[in-house]
């Protein structure tokens, strides 16, 4: 898919920089000083034209963003007007004959229905008003009208027909992209709804009844551990944004720990090692807590001395490394091959999956968990974090209430 649309996008813009250069070149003269010949100036422009209505349309159509970029849409034509519409309305009208929003969108039923475009004749009784043709390309994505670009122009011209078809179709693409943008966010709360839900109802429950056991011999335990649990699950099911830094999920991991250690007391024990120039970095929210619970329930499942767990974090030039490691029962490694590809139920081996996926699509497929493991042999999981990636930028302070 990412593909086809790099080449459509790649294919679209040649065409309407030529385009843009035959229609403006006898309306304003230009310097172009270093920038070559006309038409290589013209590329230029329309490139910087088009780079510029890109990101409204990236955020879907809506009025907003119709408003932003159709100035900018109708400098690519070189028209007199151009016009944004869904199926209902026009969002932004760009340029004159504003007048004319009731008749085009009365002559937009057969184009919005069919995905074809159209051509044809204004009618109007304004004396100023210079527009006497429209011509109309339909924004279609995935075989679905979503709208339409229309251009208006003092005359008939074949030019302006193809280019405007041409204009609607990268528009398209942009919208196209918008939807996988949305399909992806959507994916991610999908799967971060799934991992809060496998926070285990036993761990909820031994929690309390720990707190609830210092309640009578301790009350000022039992009052720290509570606010350990109240704050371990507002960072858990808190409602804004699909990433946090390293160190907020280090800190919903200590907290998580606190409540861990107070139930099995010196059974288990866990080191830190933190390099706190990481610790701005950011990640996917609820990405290192389930692997350090996969940890708790490996190093104390089926075991009666003691288990320890490390966590590190480590400055890796561009990266971040964290690793966490446990002594515990370990894993099959064909079993958990299965579990990261789906193919079987994530029953002892809590959000591994879920964080792999997530992982590879924020950061690619070369950023998944690097696992090892044999039965009885423990578990060493290596999540690597680049310092920097598009698009991933921590929330906000978590508001208290």
């Known amino acids: 898919m990412s593909g086809f649309l790099a080449g459509l996008c ?27 010949t006309p038409v290589e100036h013209a590329t230029f422009e329309t490139l910087h034209t088009a780079s510029l209505a890109a990101p409204p349309l990236r955020a879907g159509l809506t009025g907003e963003t119709a408003r932003r970029s159709a100035r900018r849409l109708r400098t690519l034509l070189g028209t007199d007007a151009l016009c944004l519409t869904d199926q209902d309305t026009v969002l932004a009208w760009d340029g004159l004959g504003d007048h004319h929003r009731t008749e085009i969108m009365e002559r937009l039923g057969s184009p919005l229905e069919t995905g074809r475009g159209e051509a044809f004749r204004l009618n109007c009784d304004e004396p100023d008003c210079s527009l006497r043709w429209a011509v109309v390309a339909p924004l279609t994505v995935d075989d679905r009208v979503h709208g339409a670009l229309v251009a208006c122009a003092p005359r008939e011209s074949a030019v302006l027909v193809r280019a405007a078809g041409e204009v609607a179709r990268w528009v398209s693409v942009q919208l196209e992209l918008a939807d996988l943008d949305q399909s992806r966010t959507r994916l ?124 590190t974090a480590q400055d890796a030039g561009a990266e971040a490394l964290v690793v966490i490691e446990d002594n515990g029962t370990g894993m099959d490694p064909d079993r958990l091959r299965r579990i990261l590809a789906g193919e079987v139920s994530p029953s002892g081996g809590i959000g591994l999956s879920n964080v792999d996926d997530r992982l590879r699509q924020v950061y690619g497929d070369e950023y998944g968990l690097v696992i090892e493991t044999a039965v009885g042999a423990g578990m060493k999981i290596t999540a690597r974090l680049p310092k920097y990636q598009p698009g991933v930028h921590p929330a906000g302070p978590l508001p208290r209430e």
Do not use: M
């Open 10 to 36: 790649v294919a679209v813009l040649p065409l309407l920089a030529a385009g843009f250069w035959l229609g403006r070149r006898t309306a304003r003269p230009e310097n172009l000083g270093g920038l070559g």
């Open 188 to 311: 991610i709360e999908a799967e971060i709804k799934a991992l809060r839900a496998q926070i285990s109802p036993h761990f909820i429950f031994n929690s309390l009844a720990v707190i609830a056991s210092f309640v009578r011999t301790d009350p000022e335990r039992a009052r720290e551990l509570l606010l350990e649990f109240a704050d371990f699950t507002r960072y858990s099911f808190r409602r804004h944004g699909d990433f946090t830094t390293l160190a907020d999920e280090l800190h919903a991991i200590d907290h998580y720990l606190a409540l861990v250690r107070a139930r099995f007391g010196e059974r288990l024990s866990v080191t830190l090692q933190i390099a706190p120039e990481v610790l701005p970095v950011a990640l996917p929210f609820l990405c290192l807590q389930p692997l350090v619970e996969n940890a708790v329930k490996h190093g104390l499942e089926g075991k009666t001395d003691k288990s320890h767990i490390s966590i």
